[in-house]
C-alpha cells in the first residue's frame, strides 16, 4: 500500500511541477516580450497563462499593462479590475488602473484609485501628482491646490507643480499669482517645458508676441514633438509679421499631427495672403473631409475657387452655405457672379433678384490682402461669422497638455501604425491554413474535420479567412491540382466521392478566385446532394467574393444569393459559429448594422473565441453609433489577436 502511494506522488509531483514552472515561463516571456516593446505577443502569452491559471493576478495585471501601451483603456482597466480582485495589495496595479481611467476622462474614479494608492504609500509622488491633474480637470480647484501645497511641502524641487499650481490661478483669472509660481517654476526647473509652455500662453493673453515666440521656441527645444506649439508659435510670428517662419512652424505641426485642425485651416489662409491659391484650396479640402460640415472653411474653399476659376466647385460650396443662411447676401452675389461668367444668367438673375428684394446694396471686391488690423485679429474656432472668413482661427479654450506621470520600464507604440477601419473578411474553405499574422492557429469546425476524416483528400481542406496573394509558382500549382481533380471525376462513378471531389475543385477554383467555375462546381454538388452544407457555404463566399466587381444592381442580387446560402446552411448546421459571422459579413455590407450585430452576437454565443466575429462587431457598432461597445468589442478582437484593433480604438476613441 505505502508503494503505491509512493508511486503516485512520484508520478503526479512532477507533472504539478511543471505545470507550475509552465506558467511561470509563460509569465516571464510575457514580461520579457513587454520590455523589448512587443506588446501583442506579450498578451498571447498572457492569455495562456490567465487560461492555465486564472486566480494568479499577475498575468492579469501584466496583460493590463501591454493593453495601456497599445492604448487599449478600456480593456486595460477591465484587466486591472481582475488583478487586484485577487489581489488588492498592490499599489501599482491602482496607479495603472487610475491612468486608464483618465485616458478615458473618468476622473472621479481615478482619483478614489490615487486615494487608496496614496493610502498605502503616502510617499508616491506620482500618486499626489495624477491626483492634482485630475482634480484640475474636474475643475475642483481648491483640491488640486490643497494637493499643490503638499506636493511642494514634500517635494520642494517638483518644478511642474509649481505650473500646475499657476494654470489654476491663470483659469481664476489671477495672472499676477500665476507669473509669480511660474517664475519659480522656471527657477526651480530652467528645462521644464510646461512652465515655458504656460508662461507663454499669459504673454499671448497680454499680446506680447516676441515674449510669446520666444517662450514657445524654448518649450519646442524642449518638447519638439508637441504640435500646438508651433501652431501657437506661428500665431505669434504672424503677429510679427513673420510670414515665413509662420508657414514652416504649420508645416511642421502638420508633419508631427496630419489631423491637426488649426495648423490646416491656418496655413490655407495664410496661402492666401502669398497667393497660393490653389494649395490652400488643398488644406481647405482636407479640412473639409474631416468635418464636412464646416461652413467657415466651405466659404472659405468657394472663395478661393471663384478666385482660380473653379466656378462650378465654387458654385457647389457657396450654395452649401447659402442653404444654412439663406439670407447671406454677400454669399447670394458671388454665386451670381459665377453663374454669370458660366452664362447661366437665369441663375444668375434669381440670385440677383434675391438681393435686390432685400434692397442690399452692398459693394464687393477682391479679397484684399490683411491689413495690420487684420493680420492680428483672430476668430474662436466655434465661432461662425462670414465676416471673419479669413481671420485666424484659435482653440475655444486655451490649455496646456499635461503628462501624466508613470514610471515603467515598457515602451511601443503598435497601436500609431496606419490601419484601415474595414471589415474582416468572411470564412471560406481553402487549401492555404489560416493565420493573422500574430495568432497561428487552425480553426476547427466540425463539418469541415468530418469531411477531412471521411473524404482523405490528398490536399486536406482549411477553413480561413485571410486571403493571399499567389505567386506564379503557386498559381501553377494549384492549376495541377485543378486538372488531377478533373481527372477523377471524369473518371469517377461512385456520385458521392463525386460531390466531394466537387467540393475539392471548388476550393481550388475559389484560390485562383476563378469564381464562376467554382460555382459551377458547387451547384453540381448539392443537385447530388441537396443538404451539403459546405458547399452551401461555399458558394455564399464565392457569391460574396464577386460581388464587388459586379454593378450595383447586380452586386445586390449576389449578395442576396449569398444569405440565401448561408442561410439554408444555417438550417442544416445551426450551431455553426462561423456561418453567422459570414452572414453578418454580408448584412454589414448592406449597411444592415443592426442585423449584422445581432448575427455577430450569435456567432459569438456558439464560439466566443473567435477573433474576426469581436472586430467585425467592434466595427459594426461603431458605424451604428455605438461606440463605446464598439471598443468592447476591438478590445477583445485585440486580445485574441489582432493588432490592428489598437489603431481602430485609438482612432476612434478620439
Not at 537 to 564: G, K, N, Y
Request: glycine share 4%; hydrophobic share 40%.
Amino acid at each position: 500500500m505505502r508503494r503505491s502511494v509512493f508511486l503516485f506522488f512520484l508520478l503526479v509531483l512532477p507533472m504539478s511541477i511543471f505545470a507550475q514552472f509552465n506558467v511561470s515561463r509563460l509569465i516571464m516571456n510575457g514580461r520579457s516580450a513587454l520590455y523589448y516593446e512587443d506588446y501583442v505577443l506579450a498578451i498571447q502569452h498572457f492569455n495562456r497563462a490567465i487560461s492555465s491559471k486564472p486566480y494568479l493576478y499577475e498575468p492579469w495585471y501584466y496583460r493590463s499593462v501591454a493593453k495601456f501601451y497599445l492604448d487599449d483603456f478600456y480593456g486595460a482597466e477591465k484587466d486591472c479590475d481582475e488583478a487586484i480582485r485577487l489581489n488588492p495589495y498592490i499599489n501599482s496595479m491602482y496607479e495603472l488602473r487610475g491612468l486608464c481611467r483618465i485616458r478615458q476622462k473618468k476622473y472621479d474614479e481615478a482619483i478614489s484609485d490615487y486615494d487608496i494608492a496614496i493610502k498605502n504609500d503616502p510617499s508616491a509622488q506620482n500618486f499626489w501628482f495624477n491626483r492634482m491633474l485630475c482634480r484640475f480637470e474636474l475643475k475642483d480647484y481648491d483640491h488640486a491646490l490643497s494637493d499643490c501645497d503638499s506636493i511642494i511641502a514634500h517635494w520642494s524641487t517638483n518644478a511642474r507643480t509649481y505650473s500646475v499650481k499657476a494654470q489654476i490661478y491663470m483659469v481664476q483669472k489671477d495672472t499676477t499669482e500665476a507669473v509669480v509660481w511660474l517664475d519659480k517654476a522656471l527657477e526651480t526647473d530652467p528645462y521644464d517645458a510646461e512652465g515655458w509652455m504656460t508662461r507663454a500662453q499669459i504673454s499671448l493673453s497680454r499680446a506680447r508676441w516676441a515674449d510669446a515666440e520666444q517662450q514657445l521656441s524654448q518649450a519646442i527645444h524642449l518638447k519638439p514633438k508637441m504640435a500646438s506649439n508651433y501652431v501657437n508659435r506661428a500665431l505669434t510670428r504672424l503677429n510679427i509679421n513673420n510670414l515665413r517662419g509662420a508657414m514652416e512652424d504649420y508645416d511642421t505641426a502638420i508633419d508631427i499631427d496630419p489631423d491637426n485642425f488649426l495648423a490646416h485651416y491656418n496655413r490655407g489662409l495664410l496661402r492666401v495672403q502669398v497667393g497660393d491659391d490653389n494649395r490652400a484650396i488643398e488644406d481647405f479640402d482636407f479640412i473639409l473631409s474631416k468635418e464636412p460640415g464646416n461652413l467657415m472653411a466651405t466659404y472659405n474653399r468657394a472663395v478661393l475657387n471663384h478666385k482660380v476659376g473653379n466656378l462650378r466647385a465654387a458654385i457647389a460650396d457657396y450654395t452649401k452655405v447659402i442653404d444654412q443662411y439663406p439670407n447671406f447676401w454677400t454669399g447670394l452675389y458671388q454665386r451670381a457672379e459665377c453663374y454669370r461668367r458660366l452664362g447661366m444668367h437665369n441663375q444668375a438673375e434669381l440670385d440677383e433678384f434675391r438681393i435686390f428684394k432685400a434692397q442690399m446694396d452692398k459693394h464687393i471686391g477682391i479679397q484684399p490682402r490683411w491689413t495690420e488690423a487684420q493680420r492680428r485679429a483672430t476668430r474662436k474656432k466655434s465661432e461662425i461669422d462670414f465676416s471673419k472668413y479669413n481671420q485666424i482661427v484659435v482653440e475655444d479654450e486655451e490649455v496646456v497638455e499635461h503628462e501624466y506621470k508613470y514610471d515603467s520600464p515598457y515602451r511601443g507604440k503598435v497601436q500609431n501604425r496606419e490601419t484601415q477601419a474595414d471589415y474582416q473578411p468572411m470564412y471560406l474553405l481553402s487549401f492555404i491554413k489560416y493565420n493573422n499574422v500574430v495568432r497561428s492557429y487552425q480553426p476547427f469546425e466540425h463539418l469541415l474535420d468530418e469531411f477531412n476524416r471521411k473524404s482523405s483528400p490528398r490536399y486536406p481542406v482549411y477553413l480561413s479567412c485571410s486571403p493571399a496573394r499567389l505567386t506564379e509558382e503557386e498559381s501553377q500549382a494549384y492549376f495541377a491540382i485543378v486538372e488531377e481533380l478533373s481527372a477523377k471525376i471524369d473518371a469517377m462513378q461512385d456520385m458521392s466521392v463525386t460531390r466531394d471531389l466537387l467540393l475539392q475543385r471548388a476550393v481550388a477554383y475559389t484560390v485562383t478566385q476563378a469564381y464562376d467555375d467554382a460555382i459551377a462546381d458547387l451547384n453540381t454538388a448539392i443537385g447530388i446532394d441537396s443538404t451539403f452544407t459546405l458547399a452551401y457555404w461555399q458558394r455564399a463566399a464565392c457569391f460574396a467574393q464577386q460581388s464587388p466587381l459586379m454593378e450595383p444592381t447586380a452586386a445586390d442580387m449576389l449578395i442576396s444569393r449569398a444569405i440565401d446560402d448561408l442561410t439554408t446552411a444555417i438550417g442544416f448546421d445551426p450551431k455553426n459559429a462561423y456561418l453567422y459571422y459570414d452572414r453578418a459579413n454580408l448584412y454589414a455590407m448592406r449597411k444592415d448594422y443592426q442585423r449584422a450585430i445581432d448575427d455577430y452576437t450569435l456567432a459569438i454565443g456558439h464560439n466566443p473565441n473567435i477573433p474576426e466575429v469581436h472586430y467585425n462587431r467592434g466595427i459594426a457598432r461603431i458605424q451604428a453609433g455605438n461606440t463605446n461597445e464598439g471598443i468592447q468589442d476591438l478590445s477583445r478582437a485585440g486580445e485574441l489577436g489582432i493588432y490592428g484593433a489598437y489603431s481602430v480604438i485609438k482612432k476612434f476613441s478620439k
